[in-house]
Nanobody
Framework: QVQPVESGGGLVQPGDSLRLSCAAS????????MGWFRQAPGKEREFVAA????????YYADSVKGRFSISRDNAKNAVYLQMNSLKPEDTAVYCC??????????????????WGQGAQVTVSS
């Protein structure tokens, strides 16, 4: 079992930056892909970004490309999401997910075996 736990959410103004962290515990050696998804009120869950085990593969949703950056520290079993130039439409609950398989299909939620509880990010003036 792997348990991802997110931290770093909060309320910020448009144009601000925020960094989300996700620390995974348990059988972390089995994790290949770690990703971030988000869900806004009344909307479906949306892929944000993902990174493979040693960072050779990284993929972003078009909506965040150029503004968000994902990184990973395997020594700490952690993945980070640096969010810059935040917009009100980035407001959502952000969830960290971990995939134990070897498939690189990062925006497919079905490859992820473990999910965190989520961290609220609110962008408002």
């Amino acid at each position: 079992q792997v348990q991802p736990v997110e931290s770093g959410g909060g309320l910020v103004q448009p144009g601000d930056s925020l960094r989300l962290s996700c620390a995974a515990s348990g059988r972390t050696s089995s994790i290949y892909v770690m990703g971030w998804f988000r869900q806004a009120p009344g909307k479906e869950r949306e892929f944000v970004a993902a990174i493979s085990r040693i960072g050779l593969n990284i993929y972003y949703a078009d909506s965040v490309k150029g503004r968000f950056s994902i990184s990973r520290d395997n020594a700490k079993n952690a993945v980070y999401l640096q969010m810059n130039s935040l917009k009100p439409e980035d407001t959502a609950v952000y969830c960290c997910a971990a995939a134990g398989g070897s498939a690189w299909d990062p925006n497919n939620p079905h490859i992820y075996d473990y999910w965190g509880q989520g961290a609220q990010v609110t962008v408002s003036s």
